[in-house]
């Protein structure tokens, strides 16, 4: 081979070096680009999912809700459930907070005895109507689980007596309706204080319609 063929052998190596070299740089750029657009993909998805479970609660699950309650500043906070927030939450009646539906209360004998428990609520009106009462916990379970058709009659402004397996109907201050099924209800004095707790079931018709869906 002469010094010219020779010249254009190097040429010709240089050039196809060059090309290999910039398919794999841009196939290096392109993949980059890619795993860069599917991590922001999936941060997005993860953003999105938060924020789409921040708005909307749960409509049914199973609380426990208790009546400890302690001192924030110069007034007592307390727990409450909240049927729009779909959970318990803290309330102060001082602060600004969601106010809850209704709260569980100790019941005491005249003699200071704590001799059960009890709902109340912040609503000016009747909340309370005791549905059913069963003295079997699956027969509890299965009419709470059939019934879808508020029985809108005989509200109360407590749920007192409060006893396991008892099914009650609630009406918020917005006219909206939950129904609720006692699992376990327990009442005696803790560190020196009337303490009551309850365990249940309920289920939130957050449109305000008389039917359960």
């Given at each position: 081979m002469n010094m010219n063929g020779a010249k254009i052998n190097y040429v010709i190596n240089n050039v196809i070096n060059n090309v290999?070299?910039?398919?794999?740089?841009?196939?290096?750029k392109k993949y980059t680009n890619m795993k860069r657009v599917f991590i922001f993909s999936v941060l997005l998805l993860f953003a999105f999912s938060g924020c789409e479970k921040e708005e909307n609660p749960d409509t049914s699950g199973e609380a426990t809700?208790?009546?400890?309650?302690?001192?924030?500043?110069s007034t007592y906070s307390i727990y409450g459930f909240s049927f729009e927030q779909g959970e318990v939450i803290k309330y102060n009646?001082?602060?600004d907070g969601i106010i809850p539906d209704f709260f569980i209360m100790p019941v005491t004998e005249a003699?200071?005895?704590v001799t059960g428990a009890l709902f109340d609520s912040p609503n000016q009106n009747?909340?309370?109507s005791l549905t059913a009462e069963f003295s079997d916990s699956s027969l509890a379970l299965q009419y709470f689980e059939q019934y879808k058709n508020v029985i809108d009659s005989n509200y109360v402004f407590l749920a007192d007596p409060l006893n396991e397996n008892q099914v009650w109907t609630f009406c918020t201050a917005a006219n909206k309706f939950g129904k609720i099924l006692i699992k376990e209800v327990k009442a005696f004095v803790k560190d020196t204080k009337d303490y009551a707790e309850t365990t249940f079931l309920w289920e939130y018709q957050p449109d305000g319609s008389l039917e359960f869906k």
């Open positions: 290999i070299n910039n398919v794999i740089l841009l196939s290096v809700l208790t009546s400890d309650r302690f001192l924030e500043g009646p001082a602060g003699g200071g005895q009747k909340s309370f």
